[in-house]
Nanobody, 125 residues
Framework: QVQLVESGGGLVQPGGSLRLSCAAS????????IGWFRQAPGKEREGVSC????????HYADSVRGRFTISRDNTKNVVNLQMNNLKPEDTAVYYC??????????????????WGQGTQVTVAS
């Protein structure tokens, strides 16, 4: 059974950092793509980043490129999202999601099949 569990959310001041983790179980990470998404109150869900677990290729939304870094540890079935220089507009519930890998890349605009429950990130002073 595919399961994704997010952790690492919290309250941070603008300019601060957080690291989110997505613990995956029930499947072999090497064969899948992991994506991070977020949804702010009153807004649509948006893709943040993804990683092709086998090849390590990544994709970032323009709004986070240069500030967020996605990484994976296939031995632990964990994907992390390091978030630096956080801004109030990064406030949202962050979800990780997965889909079977196809090719060597990933894209946050693809359809993802399985989702975690989410973790709240609040950036405020």
């Amino acid at each position: 059974q595919v399961q994704l569990v997010e952790s690492g959310g919290g309250l941070v001041q603008p300019g601060g950092s957080l690291r989110l983790s997505c613990a995956a179980s029930g499947f072999i990470l090497d064969y899948y793509v992991i994506g991070w998404f977020r949804q702010a109150p009153g807004k649509e869900r948006e893709g943040v980043s993804c990683i092709n677990s086998r090849f390590g290729s990544t994709h970032y939304a323009d709004s986070v490129r240069g500030r967020f870094t996605i990484s994976r540890d296939n031995t632990k079935n964990v994907v992390n999202l390091q978030m630096n220089n956080l801004k109030p507009e990064d406030t949202a519930v962050y979800y990780c999601a997965t889909r079977p890998r196809s090719g060597i890349r990933c894209d946050i605009r693809d359809q993802y099949n399985y989702w975690g429950q989410g973790t709240q990130v609040t950036v405020a002073s």
